[in-house]
C-alpha cells in the first residue's frame, strides 16, 4: 500500500501555519507475524497537539521533526496477520496523521460494535468524551442546582461538558465565539449561550450566572479563567482541561490579575490528562451511549476532506473555525 | 474592669501603618446572666487580619470603622456568672485586640488542662497549627520520599507545616527572609533552607528539589508560586493557604506567567479555610501534642507587649519579622 502521510516539517513560532508541515507518501510494509494493515478512515485534530510541537519535556514526547505526527484515528484492516482482527474490523489507533499504516494488532483497539458511526470514536465517544465526562464529573464534581460555566462551549469536549452538566441537572452557562455555535447550543438545551468576541464577557457572564458559579470548565484559558474567578462562588471546582488562548503565546503571558480569589474562596483548580481516568471507560461508554440514544447527547463535526488538509484543519481549531469536533476524513 | 482595645480608625492602603489604628478604653461590663468577664493574657496578629481590612464581601465579614477589631485571643476568667467557668479558668475566644471583655460563657472555649503555655493555643495547637496540619494532610497529601516546598517555612504556619512534612518522612525545602530564620529551620530538621531575599529564588529552589516539587504549601504567592509551578512535579498538590505578598496591593497583580501548568502537569490547586477542617481537630490535638512531647515539633514566638503595640505587631508580619509565631501579650 501507498499512503501519504504529514510530517512536522519545522516547529511553529506563535500560530502554526500549513508551511510548517510537509506531506511526503510511503510505501506501507506488509504485515508481518502478528499486525495488520489498516487504511485509515478518519483521524482527529485535537489542540493539545500544539503541545508537541514544542521541543520539551511533557506527559507526551514532543513530536520530531521530519517524521510523521500521531493522533487519534479510526481505520479499516486491509489485511491481517493476526487472529484477533479480519479484513474490514474497525479498529481505533493513535497512528493518525497519515493514510494508512501497518502496526501490531495488539497495540490497537477494535471498535465496539454499536450503531455509532466510527469517527465518533474520535469524538464523543472517543478521547474528547471522555476527557469532557471524567473532567466534569471526577474534578468538578456537579451538583443538581449548581452553576456550571464552560468555555469553548461548542468545541469537541465542551460541547459534552455542557450536555452531561445539563442531564445533571445544573444551570449550564457557555461561552463561544460565534452566532452559529450559540444557536446550536442553545438549542441543545444549554440555558445561557455568550459569544465572547461581542463585548465584555465579566459583564455577559455575570448576566448569565447570577447565582455565581460552582463550576467552571476551561478549555480557554486567560480572560475566561480571570472572569470565572471573579463570578466563582466559595469552594468552586475549577477543571483545567486547557488553555488553548495560550498555546500559540511566543512569550509568557501573565496569569490572571485575581488568583489570589483561589485562596479567599477555597477553590480547587486542577488540572488532568484523560489517561488517568482510563478506568472509567466501561461506565463511560455505557453512560454516553443511553444517552445518545435517548436524545440527550448530541454532537456536530466540522469536517476536512484529505490527508493534505490536515494542518489546515488543525490551524483552524485556533481560530475556532469548527463547530463541534474537527475531523480530516481520509477514506 | 476598665479595659483599652485598639480600633481600625481607617481602612489601609497598601501596607497598613500605625495610623490607620486607635487605641480607646471602655467600661467592661458586669456579667449578666450565663456570661463571664475575661482578662485577655495573650492576642493573636495573623496575616489573613488584612484581608479583613478592605470593605468587601469574603468568608468573614469586614471590621468596622471605629470598632475594636477581632482576633483569636487566650484569657482568664475573672469573673463567672454560669456554672460551666470559673475565675481563674482559661478560656480562647476570638475577641482579641482587647485588654478585657465580657461574653456569654457559651461562646468561649475552654483550654484543655495540659502542661502547653496557654499561648501555644494562638500558635502550634491553635489555629496556625490546624491550619498547618489539615492542609498539608488533607489537601497536599504528602507520601513519604517526596519533595515538600513550603514558603514563609519560617512563620506561625510554615515551620510547622516544614515539621510534620519531615515526620510524613518527605524531603522539606522551606524558603524564609532571614538567616536567623534559616538556621532555626535547619536545627529543626529541615532539609535545605532558601533565603528569597538572596537573588535566583528559582535556580536556589532548583538545587534544593533536584527531584522536582510534589507538594508546594503556599503562604506567599507571586513569584514564590510561579517558581513552585515551574518545578512541580506531574500531579502536584499546591495547598493554596495565603498569599501574603499580595495582601498590601493597591492595583491587582498579574498572576504566575507559567500557569498553564496546572494543565500540562496536571496540578491541583486548592484554596481551604480552616474552619472545614474543625473535625480534625481531636486528632490534631493528639498528634501535634505526641509530637511535641517527643521533640519533634518545635516553635517559635516573637512577643510584642501591651495591646497598643499590637498594630506594630500586626504591620511587622509583612516585613517578615516575625521568626515563628507573632503574639502580643497583654497581661
Not at 514544542?54 to 507526551?60: I, L, P, Q, T
Not at 474567578?229 to 471546582?237: Q, S, T, V, Y
Request: hydrophobic share 40%.
Amino acid at each position: 500500500m501507498r499512503a501519504r502521510e504529514v510530517r512536522l516539517k519545522s516547529r511553529p513560532v506563535g500560530l502554526p501555519s500549513p508551511e510548517n508541515f510537509e506531506v511526503a507518501e510511503v510505501d506501507v510494509p506488509a504485515p508481518g507475524p502478528g499486525a495488520v494493515q489498516v487504511r485509515n478512515l478518519w483521524m482527529s485534530v485535537d489542540p493539545y497537539m500544539r503541545g508537541r510541537m514544542y521541543d520539551r519535556a511533557s506527559y507526551v514526547p514532543p513530536f520530531q521533526i521530519g517524521e510523521a505526527l500521531q493522533g487519534g484515528a479510526v481505520g479499516q484492516v486491509v489485511e491481517s496477520n493476526d487472529a484477533s482482527l479480519k479484513p474490514g474490523d474497525l479498529v481505533q489507533s493513535m497512528l493518525g496523521w497519515r493514510e494508512g499504516f501497518t502496526a501490531p494488532a495488539a497495540s490497537l483497539e477494535k471498535l465496539p460494535a454499536d450503531n455509532a458511526p466510527p469517527q465518533a470514536y474520535l469524538g464523543v465517544l472517543g478521547m474528547p468524551g471522555l476527557t469532557a465526562y471524567a473532567g466534569l464529573l471526577e474534578i468538578g464534581q456537579p451538583k443538581a442546582g449548581e452553576t456550571v460555566f464552560v468555555s469553548g462551549g461548542a468545541g469537541a469536549v465542551g460541547s459534552v461538558v455542557a450536555q452531561i452538566a445539563k442531564i445533571t441537572g445544573c444551570r449550564v452557562v457557555a461561552s463561544v465565539g460565534s452566532q452559529e455555535k450559540a444557536d446550536w447550543l442553545t438549542s441543545a438545551g444549554v440555558d445561557a449561550v455568550v459569544n465572547y468576541k461581542r463585548g465584555d464577557l465579566l459583564a455577559a457572564v455575570r448576566a448569565a450566572a447570577p447565582k455565581g458559579i460552582d463550576v467552571y470548565f476551561d478549555n480557554v484559558g486567560g480572560e475566561h479563567l480571570e472572569v470565572a474567578l471573579e463570578l466563582a462562588n466559595p469552594f468552586a471546582r475549577f477543571v483545567e482541561c486547557g488553555m488553548i488562548s495560550q498555546y500559540n503565546n511566543t512569550e509568557p503571558a501573565p496569569g490572571p490579575r485575581n488568583l489570589i480569589y483561589v485562596v479567599g474562596k477555597s477553590i480547587k483548580m486542577q488540572g488532568f490528562i484523560v489517561t488517568q481516568f482510563a478506568g472509567l471507560r466501561g461506565q463511560f461508554h455505557k453512560d454516553m451511549t443511553s444517552w445518545i440514544n435517548e436524545g440527550r447527547l448530541r454532537w456536530e463535526e466540522t469536517v476536512e476532506n484529505g490527508v493534505e488538509n490536515a494542518p489546515a484543519a488543525f490551524v483552524k481549531l485556533f481560530s475556532g473555525a469548527n463547530t463541534g469536533k474537527m475531523l480530516v476524513k481520509l477514506a
